[in-house]
C-alpha cells in the first residue's frame, strides 16, 4: 500500500464521513431537541436522492435536480411533521419507533410504486465530471472534491448557526429545556417543524450529491440509517460536534476498514487470510468501535446536558 | 467510648460540577437512635449531600462512614444491604401496582432468594403478611389494597416512607417527607414519624420548620456547601449565624 | 372511584398487573384446535397448512420471547431477530459438519443464541432509553454484516440445510405432521414455562423493574442484573426458535438477522399485545394473516402493513388484544 492509496482512501473517508456527517446532524438535532427517534431518516434520505436524480434527468441539470429535489423533500418533511411526526412527540419511545418503522415500510414500497424497483442512474455534473490533480501522481475524481466542499461548507454554516444566531440558541435551549426555550420567545411548535424540516433538507442534500456515486434505490437508506445512529450514539445525542466528530470517525474506520485490514491482514498472514477474515473484520469494526467508546462513555463522546 | 461512634458520619465531603462546588467540605454525624435533621436555605447542597449518601452521585472528594465503615465507593445496592436506606422527595412508587404489592416489593428485596422461576409469587404468604404489618405501621392498613397511583398525595408520602421502612434500615434517610403535604397529612406523617423515635435513627431533610422543630433531637444546617452549625434544636433557633442564613423570617415559629 | 377498604384477606390479589393466568377457557379450547390441527386440514386437502402452522407456532415462540423483555421487562431490544437468526445457523453450520441430531444441535442453538445475548446485554444494558434501542440496533447489524461476509457459511446468499434434524425416537421430521407435533410439544412447554417465570419471584422483579426503574435500585435490587438475565434468556428461546425455523424452512440466510426483521418482530409483539402473556402469539397471527391476504393481492403489502402498523400504534398503542382487555384503572 503506499502513500498516493492512503492518501486517496484517506480523501475518500471524509468524503463518506462528510456525507453520514449530513444525515447524522439532522437526526441527533431532533432526538436531542425533539427527543424523537426517527428511523424513517433514511427514508428522507432515499425519497431526497430519488427526487434530485429525477428533476436532475428530467430537467438536464444536475445543480437545478438539487436545488429542487431539496425543496421538494423540504415540503414531504413539513407535510410528515405536520401531520404525523407532531403526535409523537409525546409517546413513548416504543410509540416512536414502530410509527417511524412503519412509515420507513410505507416509504419503501411508496418508492416502488411510483419508481419502480431498478436503480436510477444520474451522471455528475459536466464540470465536475474529471479527475483533479492535487499532487504529482494524485488524482483524484473532481466531484468528489465537491463533495467534501459542501460537506465542509455545511459543517461550517451549521457551527455559525448554532453558537451565533438567535435560532440556533433557541436549539441550544430546547436541547435543554423546553419550557426554557419557549420562555425566551421560542414558538416551539415552529422550532420542530423548522428542524424536522431542516433534517430532510440536510438528508436530501446528502441523498442527491451521493446519487452519481451510489445507485439510487430502494433500501439505500436502510444501511446509511444505522451508520447514522452508530454516529450519534459514538458523538452523543444532541450534539452536533459530536455528530461531526463521529461522522468522521466512522467515515475513517468503515473506509479505512475496507481497504486497510484486508492488507494488514494479507501483509501479516497471508493472502487466504485477507480474502476470508479480512472483510468480516472490516465489517464489524465500526460496532467494536462504538462498543468501545460506550464501555468508557456511556453517553457518548459529547452528551448534550439534558 | 464505643457508644460514642456515629452511626453515619461524613469527613470533609466536596462535591464539584464543573466550576460549581455544590458541596464545600460537609461534614456531619448522626448519633444512633437520634432523628437529625438537616435544614437549610435553597442552594445550601442539601439534595447533593443526599445523593451523596445514598449512593446516587460519587463525591469529588471526601468520605463517608456508616457504622464506622467507609462506604464512599459503595453502591446504592450495597448501601441498602448495610442498611442505609432512602426515601425520596418527589415521590417514587409502583402507582399501578397495590400498596401491599409495594411494600410486599420492598421485603422481597429484603429476604433475598429472588432467583425463583417456577413457585408462584403469590404463595409467599409469610411475605405479604409481613406487608402488611408495614402497612398498618404507617397507618395504611385499610388501604392495602388499593392501587398506590389512587391514593391522596399525603398517602402516597406515608406510602414512601413505608417503602424505606419495609427495608427494616439502620439508617432511614428521608428526603423532604412532608413536600407538598397539606396540614392534616403533615400532622399524620409527623405523627408517623413520632411513632418511630429510637427505633429507627433517621437523617431528615426538610424545609417545614414547624416539623423541624417538633421531630428532631439534633439539626445541622448546610449554607452554600458548608456546615455552619450543629447542635440541638434551642441552641440552632438561638444561633445568629443561622438566623442571618435564613434572613430570621423562616425560623420564627408559623402562626 | 369510591372504594371502600374489604374485608378480604390482604393476600388475595383480585387484579394484581404482576400476575398472569394462562387462562384454562382460551388455553384449552385453543391446545385442542392446535392438536387436533394436521386432521383437519388433512380433512379439507390442505396438508400445506400444516407446515404453515408450525412456521407460525415457531414465529409466536420467537415473538413470545421478545414480549417477555419488552412487554414485561420494559425493554425495547431492536436486535431480536439477530438471536433467531445466530440459532439458525448454528444448527446449519452443525449440520455442514456433520452433526445432524437434533438433540444435541437445538440445546446448542439455544445455549449459542444465549451467548450472543449474554455479550450484547453486557454492553447493551448499561444504557437506557434511546440509547439502549439503537444499541441493540446496530449490535444486531453487526451479526448480520459478520454472516454476510463468512463466504465459508454460504455469505450473503444463505446456507442450505441437506435435512431436517435427526431426533431419533423413530421420528422422521422431514414429515411436516411430526415436525408439527415436535414444534407443538416444545412452544407449548415453553409457553408454560413462560408463564411460570412470570409470576415467579424472578418475574415480578423483572415486571417491577419495568414499573419503576430507579425506585427497585433504591430498594437494593441489582437491576442490572436482573435485567441481563432476562436478557439471556429471551435471546437464547429465539435462539431455540431460531433453529426450529431452520428446519422448518431447511434453510438459513443473513436476512434473517437484518435488522428490519427485528422491527417485523416488535411489530408482530405490538400487534398481538404488549405485556400480555398471549401477545407474542396473537401477533404473529395476526402478522401471518396480514402477509397472507395482502401479499396476494399487491407486490406491494409492507406499505399496507405499515398503514396497518402505523393505525395500531397510534389507536392501540397496547396492541390489538389491549382493546379486548377491560380499561385498567387509573
Known amino acids: 500500500m503506499d502513500a498516493v492509496l492512503l492518501l486517496e482512501q484517506l480523501l475518500n473517508s471524509l468524503q463518506f464521513g462528510l456525507m453520514l456527517f449530513l444525515l447524522a446532524a439532522g437526526l441527533t438535532l431532533v432526538f436531542g431537541i425533539m427527543n424523537l427517534i426517527n428511523l424513517a431518516h433514511g427514508s428522507l434520505y432515499m425519497v431526497g436522492a430519488y427526487l434530485v436524480a429525477t428533476l436532475a434527468n428530467a430537467s438536464g441539470s444536475f445543480w437545478l435536480g438539487l436545488a429542487g429535489g431539496i425543496a421538494a423533500t423540504i415540503v414531504v418533511g413539513i407535510v410528515l411533521e405536520m401531520t404525523l411526526i407532531r403526535r409523537l412527540y409525546q409517546r413513548d419511545h416504543l410509540t416512536q419507533v414502530l410509527a417511524t418503522f412503519a412509515l420507513l415500510l410505507m416509504a419503501n414500497d411508496g418508492v416502488r410504486m411510483i419508481w419502480g424497483s431498478q436503480p436510477i442512474n444520474t451522471p455528475a455534473p459536466g464540470g465536475l465530471a474529471g479527475p483533479v490533480e492535487l499532487l504529482p501522481g494524485l488524482s483524484y475524481p473532481a466531484y468528489r472534491l465537491f463533495i467534501i466542499a459542501a460537506g465542509l461548507l455545511v459543517a461550517v454554516m451549521l457551527y455559525l448557526l448554532i453558537t451565533r444566531t438567535r435560532i440556533g440558541m433557541q436549539v441550544r435551549a430546547g436541547a435543554s429545556n423546553r419550557e426554557m426555550a419557549r420562555a425566551m420567545g421560542a414558538n416551539v411548535r415552529w422550532l420542530f417543524t423548522g428542524l424536522f424540516a431542516f433534517g430532510a433538507a440536510l438528508c436530501a442534500l446528502a441523498g442527491g450529491l451521493l446519487g452519481p456515486l451510489l445507485a439510487v434505490q430502494v433500501g439505500m437508506g436502510e444501511s446509511i440509517l444505522i451508520l447514522a445512529f452508530v454516529v450519534i450514539v459514538i458523538g452523543g445525542i444532541g450534539s452536533v460536534r459530536g455528530a461531526l466528530v463521529g461522522a468522521l470517525l466512522v467515515g475513517l474506520v468503515d473506509t479505512g476498514g475496507r481497504t486497510v485490514v484486508p492488507w494488514l491482514f494479507g501483509a501479516l498472514m497471508g493472502p487466504a487470510a485477507a480474502s476470508t477474515v479480512g472483510p468480516s473484520v472490516a465489517s464489524i469494526l465500526i460496532y467494536v468501535l462504538m462498543a468501545a467508546v460506550l464501555f468508557f462513555k456511556p453517553q457518548g463522546l459529547f452528551p448534550a446536558h439534558g | 467510648m464505643s457508644g460514642d461512634r456515629p452511626l453515619l458520619e461524613t469527613v470533609d465531603l466536596v462535591k464539584r460540577f464543573g466550576g460549581l462546588r455544590a458541596l464545600d467540605g460537609a461534614s456531619l454525624s448522626v448519633q444512633q437512635g437520634e432523628i437529625h435533621a438537616l435544614i437549610g436555605p435553597n442552594g445550601a447542597g442539601k439534595t447533593t449531600l443526599v445523593h451523596q449518601l445514598s449512593g446516587a452521585l460519587p463525591p469529588t472528594s471526601g468520605s463517608v462512614r456508616l457504622a464506622g465503615q467507609d462506604i464512599t465507593g459503595l453502591s446504592m445496592h450495597g448501601r441498602v444491604r448495610l442498611g442505609l436506606v432512602r426515601s425520596y422527595q418527589i415521590t417514587s412508587i409502583f402507582s399501578r401496582l397495590s400498596v401491599l404489592e409495594n411494600l410486599a416489593l420492598a421485603i422481597q428485596s429484603r429476604n433475598g432468594s429472588n432467583l425463583r422461576f417456577w413457585r408462584p409469587a403469590r404463595h409467599d404468604r409469610a411475605r405479604y403478611d409481613a406487608a402488611a404489618r408495614v402497612a398498618a405501621r404507617i397507618g395504611l392498613a385499610d388501604r392495602v389494597d388499593r392501587l398506590a397511583g389512587t391514593l391522596s398525595h399525603g398517602e402516597k408520602r406515608q406510602l414512601e416512607v413505608g417503602l424505606a421502612l419495609a427495608l427494616q434500615p439502620r439508617l432511614l434517610l428521608l428526603d423532604e417527607p412532608m413536600a407538598g403535604t397539606g396540614r392534616e397529612e403533615s400532622e399524620r406523617l409527623l405523627a408517623l414519624l413520632q411513632s418511630l423515635r429510637g427505633k429507627v435513627t433517621m437523617l431528615l431533610v426538610e424545609h417545614d420548620m414547624d416539623a423541624v422543630f417538633r421531630l428532631a433531637d439534633r439539626i445541622t444546617v448546610l449554607v452554600y456547601g458548608r456546615v455552619i452549625a450543629t447542635g440541638a434544636p434551642e441552641q440552632i433557633h438561638a444561633n445568629p449565624e443561622v438566623r442571618r442564613a435564613y434572613l430570621g423570617d423562616e425560623l420564627e415559629s408559623p402562626a | 372511584m369510591a372504594e371502600t377498604g374489604n374485608a378480604q384477606p390482604a393476600y388475595r390479589h383480585p387484579r394484581s398487573l404482576l400476575e398472569h393466568s394462562l387462562q384454562p377457557f382460551v388455553a384449552l379450547p385453543l391446545l385442542a384446535l392446535l392438536v387436533t390441527l394436521p386432521w383437519i386440514t388433512h380433512a379439507l386437502d390442505a396438508d400445506f397448512y400444516t407446515s404453515v402452522a408450525s412456521r407460525m407456532l415457531i414465529l409466536a415462540l420467537a415473538a413470545t420471547s421478545l414480549n417477555f423483555i419488552l412487554g414485561f421487562g420494559g425493554m425495547v431490544s431492536f436486535g431480536h431477530a439477530a438471536f433467531v437468526g445466530v440459532g439458525g445457523y448454528t444448527v446449519g453450520i452443525l449440520m455442514m459438519n456433520g452433526l445432524v441430531s437434533g438433540w444435541i444441535a437445538w440445546p446448542a442453538a439455544f445455549v449459542v443464541a444465549g451467548l450472543f445475548a449474554l455479550m450484547i446485554g453486557l454492553v447493551s444494558l448499561r444504557t437506557r432509553g434511546v440509547y439502549f434501542i439503537m444499541i441493540t440496533l446496530a449490535f444486531a447489524q453487526m451479526l448480520f454484516y459478520l454472516m454476510v461476509s463468512l463466504q465459508q457459511y454460504g455469505g450473503e446468499d444463505g446456507l442450505p440445510l441437506a435435512s431436517r434434524s435427526r431426533l431419533g425416537l423413530g421420528l422422521d421430521l422431514a414429515r411436516d405432521?411430526?415436525?408439527?407435533?415436535?414444534?407443538?410439544?416444545?412452544?407449548?412447554?415453553?409457553?408454560?414455562?413462560?408463564?411460570?417465570?412470570?409470576?415467579?419471584?424472578?418475574?415480578?422483579?423483572?415486571?417491577?423493574?419495568?414499573?419503576?426503574?430507579?425506585?427497585?435500585?433504591?430498594?437494593?435490587?441489582?437491576?442490572?442484573?436482573?435485567?441481563?438475565?432476562?436478557?439471556?434468556?429471551?435471546?437464547?428461546?429465539?435462539?431455540?426458535?431460531?433453529?426450529?425455523?431452520?428446519?422448518?424452512?431447511?434453510?438459513?440466510?443473513?436476512?434473517?438477522?437484518?435488522?428490519?426483521e427485528s422491527g417485523v418482530m416488535l411489530v408482530m409483539v405490538i400487534l398481538g399485545g404488549v405485556g400480555h402473556v398471549y401477545g407474542g402469539f396473537a401477533g404473529a397471527v395476526a402478522y401471518l394473516l396480514i402477509e397472507e391476504i395482502s401479499s396476494g393481492r399487491t407486490m406491494y403489502w409492507h406499505f399496507w402493513l405499515g398503514a396497518i402498523l402505523l393505525a395500531v400504534v397510534l389507536l392501540a398503542p397496547n396492541g390489538l388484544l389491549s382493546l379486548l382487555r377491560r380499561k385498567e384503572r387509573p
Do not use: D
Open chain 3, 177 to 260: 405432521t411430526q415436525f408439527y407435533y415436535v414444534v407443538l410439544v416444545i412452544c407449548t412447554l415453553l409457553f408454560i414455562a413462560f408463564t411460570r417465570v412470570l409470576n415467579s419471584r424472578f418475574g415480578h422483579v423483572l415486571q417491577a423493574i419495568r414499573e419503576n426503574e430507579t425506585r427497585m435500585m433504591a430498594l437494593g435490587f441489582r437491576v442490572y442484573h436482573y435485567k441481563l438475565l432476562a436478557f439471556t434468556l429471551a435471546g437464547a428461546v429465539a435462539g431455540l426458535a431460531g433453529a426450529l425455523l431452520a428446519n422448518q424452512s431447511s434453510f438459513v440466510s443473513p436476512a434473517l438477522l437484518n435488522w428490519t
